[in-house]
């Protein structure tokens, strides 16, 4: 039997691709004069490449433009990447940075409006209609996620459940009381949740009505997505975003489950050898970069994500004709997801580094225990912060972990260890153990 | 004052032995011993007849090791001598951080160890109140 797909808004989701390039183009020439003229790290960068707006006349001349990485983010934090002035944006949100200061995306109200399209697409993806209860369990606030699919469920009109997330008892009262169809959180939450109302003994199709999540924030597998699936007889939809993008919204997989559908008339995907920097031919696995073709207040040219995926260029059975991007395979950077929380070893290390006495020989050690993913992080005890007193150890021991959950977002367990306790491999520590299975073999 | 060695052990199976051990081989004595712990970490606390000796050897085996000051004191052998000791630091708002105390062969009272902040303080208090304090001498030759 054929899928039923449900599209949101065919004239640009099903658009001819001669048409598409054509529009592609005029939005990224657009784009061009805009951030050359509005943003001085790109006109700066430009000109350092010898580079102008009027040479870009296809759109394969994009690949003449420098790249624009979350260094240069760093470099002009906060608002400095911005291309209108503050009384234009509407919104900030932000998420983790390589150092003790985030990213930061301003949106206009046009952004916000462009977001809640690519979202209510999204969401349609996963036949998501105005009869639909959709229960938001991503975290709401500066996090992209929460407001992300607010906006995108209030646009379809169906009826948004803003729970944003934690506190299962009360998601599982919610879903089953409020005769939920539809969910969006993260993988490991899903699969977390859909093992609590197993064990709460609630019959899908009986006791709930949950249908599909759309889940993201996070790379997950194949395996996964079966467990949950079979869990709780649900469709389990990839969704893809990244706050310097957007947030969610960015790409999405239909009921097809076959590659996530790019929104490419708003962002413009690259696929790059992360090594040479060259674009690779159509459906090569490498760099995934984005050029968003019509943002107004944040725009980015040519970011890089450090996200490994291929494009498939293949037409898809649900007539969509945006392009698709398989599912994640990793990461150009050792940046980690936990708990849907990007995490950069880099910023424990600024909180290590920062505390007097303390020396960098850390460790960080990352495991699913369940559903959960747990963040543990070692130090070694060096002279210089080692007293003979058990209070004051345990003093310093919860001023790191309080400085690092600031800094982070997230729990964090921490260990004090004996010097050289951690492994060093050709006189270098092995910084990262990440025990978890995030990407599929 | 007397030094006192103090050791960061991780809550590990064999850990404390193979610090008493490196102490041990090197040809030091320990005379005094005791263990402070939390689910996670414990601090090894002695006293040795040759201090720096035994700093050396638990460094080069990797150790994170210290000396402390710590005052050694005898307690009077008889009913609540302890109690009695302990309430002159009490009573002059000295803030004992940890004690242990031990008996030896060579001296028929209990030593304890104190550690405070004010050591030099305590020091003149005890022997004012006419308790036996010992030097470092005595506290290595125990
Ligand atoms: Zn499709």
């Known amino acids: ?441 | 004052m007397v030094k006192q060695i103090s050791v960061f052990l991780e809550n590990k199976y064999g850990r404390m032995a193979e610090a008493t051990e490196a102490i041990g081989e090197a040809g030091v004595n320990i005379r005094a011993l005791s263990v402070a712990d939390t689910s996670d970490f414990g601090i090894l606390r002695c006293i040795v007849n040759d201090t720096e000796k035994a700093l050396k050897v638990l460094r080069e085996k990797g150790f994170t090791a210290s000396a402390t000051p710590v005052v050694a004191a005898e307690a009077p052998d008889e009913p609540g001598g302890l109690a009695r000791l302990l309430k002159i630091p009490r009573d002059n708002n000295v803030n004992v951080e940890y004690l242990y105390a031990f008996v030896t062969k060579s001296r028929d009272n209990a030593v304890v160890i104190l550690r405070v902040d004010e050591y030099e303080k305590l020091i003149s208090l005890l022997e004012k109140g006419g308790v036996k304090v010992l030097t470092e001498q005595e506290a290595v030759s125990l």
């Open chain 1, 1 to 441: 039997m054929a899928k039923k797909h449900l599209i949101w808004n065919e004239r640009y989701e099903c658009m001819p691709d001669s048409k598409k390039k054509e529009l592609q183009l005029e939005r990224l020439k657009l784009l061009v004069s805009r951030v050359y003229d509005k943003v001085a790290p790109y006109k700066a960068k430009m000109d350092a490449a010898g580079i102008a707006p009027k040479d870009i006349k296809k759109l394969e001349d994009i690949a003449k433009l420098p790249f624009t990485t979350k260094e240069d983010l760093a470099a002009n934090y906060p608002f400095g990447m911005f291309a209108v002035p503050m009384k234009k944006i509407i919104r900030i949100h932000s998420s983790s940075g390589t150092t003790g200061k985030p990213k930061v995306a301003g949106y206009t109200k046009n952004d916000i409006k462009m977001w809640a399209d690519v979202m209510a697409r999204t969401l349609t993806c996963g036949n998501t209609t105005k009869n639909d209860v959709v229960q938001n369990a991503y975290g709401y606030g500066l996090f992209t996620g929460g407001l992300g699919a607010h906006y995108g469920v209030e646009k379809i009109g169906a009826t948004v459940v803003p729970i944003s997330g934690g506190n299962t008892k009360r998601q599982i009262l919610v879903m089953k009381d409020f005769g939920v169809t539809k969910m969006c959180c993260t993988p490991s939450y899903c699969l977390f949740l859909s093992e609590a109302l197993r064990e709460a003994g609630l019959e899908p199709g009986r006791d709930i009505k949950l249908n599909t999540a759309f889940l993201g924030a996070e790379p997950w597998t194949r395996e996964l997505r079966e467990q949950v699936e079979k869990n709780i007889s649900i469709d389990a939809i990839d969704i893809y975003g990244l706050t310097e993008v957007i947030g969610p919204g960015v790409s999405s997989e239909c009921m097809e489950k076959v590659g996530l559908h790019i929104f490419d008339d708003n962002f413009y995907p690259e696929v790059v050898d992360p090594d040479t920097q060259q674009p690779l031919p159509l459906g090569e696995k490498g760099e995934l970069v984005f050029t968003t073709l019509t943002k107004e207040a944040f725009p980015v040219v040519r970011y890089r994500t450090r996200d490994i995926t291929r494009l498939i260029p293949e037409k898809c059975a649900c007539g969509r004709t945006h392009i698709r991007m398989e599912r994640l395979t990793g990461r150009t950077d050792d940046m980690l997801i936990i708990r849907g929380v990007n995490v950069y070893p880099s910023q424990i290390e600024s909180v290590i580094v920062q505390i007097p006495g303390l020396e960098p020989h850390y460790q960080i050690l990352v495991d699913r225990q369940g559903a959960m993913d747990m963040l543990e992080v070692w130090i070694e005890v060096s002279p210089g912060i080692f007293t003979d007193n058990i209070k004051g150890l345990e003093k310093l021991e919860k001023r790191i972990r309080g400085e690092m959950e600031s800094v982070l977002g997230i729990g964090v367990k921490l260990k004090l260890v004996e010097p050289k306790a951690i492994q060093r491999s050709e006189g270098k520590a092995q910084r990262i153990i990440d025990r978890r299975t995030v990407y599929d073999k």
